[in-house]
């Protein structure tokens, strides 16, 4: 999507992108805990803070931190069944998932080092703030003065 007026909440297709990350990362979380320490722990809350508009931010965050503790809940309760049932099936259903998540970051998830977060709202598809403004203020100043 290339600008808010065609995705009418800012950024719905960023939000998805933030979600399947989060959960992701919760599944790779709870298959091995010192998977949090290698680095891919932290992937879904910087998601989470970046892609979504400056203007829907706090709801974007609040969405993807209670995503993020639903599924973290969730995995607690079925990981005990899981290894009653499959035994290290378990560990092998968590480690694809892990792969599955290795392969989201790598083909889906753009680069966003060393960018502003101007920079990241044009880079997931939604005109921030700043740039809806100018664009009203250009836009009247062409209409006044098409007008006179």
């Known amino acids: 999507m290339t600008s808010s007026s065609n995705d009418p909440i800012g950024g719905f297709s960023s939000s998805i992108l933030a979600t399947v990350s989060a959960l992701m990362n919760d599944y790779t979380v709870q298959s091995n805990p010192c998977s949090n320490d290698a680095g891919w722990g932290p992937c879904a809350w910087v998601i989470i803070s970046e892609v979504w508009p400056l203007s829907n ?28 049932q499959l035994k290290y099936g378990t560990f092998i259903f968590f480690g694809l998932l892990t792969f599955g998540g290795v392969l989201f970051i790598w083909l889906v998830v753009p680069e966003t080092k060393r960018l502003t977060l101007e920079e990241m709202d044009i880079l997931f598809g939604s005109v921030g703030m700043a740039q809806a403004v100018r664009n009203y203020v250009v836009d009247s100043l062409l209409l006044l003065r098409k007008v006179y």
């Open 57 to 84: 931010r706090a709801y974007g965050i609040a969405l993807g931190a209670s995503a993020n503790w639903m599924s973290n809940f969730i995995v607690g309760q079925i990981t005990p069944d899981m290894l009653k």
